[in-house]
């Protein structure tokens, strides 16, 4: 794999990142529905989904090489976010007060 490869795929990841943490907002009701059954299913089906559309495209990017920092960075990515949105919370209801 060579440097454009490997830029484009942490590019990739970083902003794939930023999408698992927009679609998790979207679909927090349907993840964690009232019954416990719908929402084991609902969550195996929402990380399938990414799961795949991620190995998809980092197959079509570099030809599938997986490396460990890709999905460090997706995850770390989604987790910036959510104290990013944390935060955001907080700050809100201590305006609020």
């Not at 484009?8 to 970083?14: D, G, K, T």
């Not at 399938?48 to 190995?55: A, P, V």
């Not at 997986?66 to 770390?76: A, G, K, P, Q």
Request: glycine fraction near 2%.
């Amino acid at each position: 794999m060579n440097l454009s490869e490997q830029i484009l795929s942490i590019v990739f990841s970083f902003l794939y990142g930023i999408i698992i943490f927009i679609l998790y907002r979207k679909f927090y009701i349907y993840l964690y529905a009232s019954k416990k059954i719908y929402s084991f299913f609902n969550s195996l089906l929402f990380l399938l989904d990414l799961t795949l559309i991620y190995f998809i495209s980092l197959y079509k990017i570099n030809s599938g090489i997986i490396d460990l920092t890709f999905l460090i960075i997706t995850i770390s990515t989604f987790f910036i976010l959510v104290y990013i949105n944390l935060q955001k919370k907080c700050q809100d209801k201590s305006n609020r007060l």
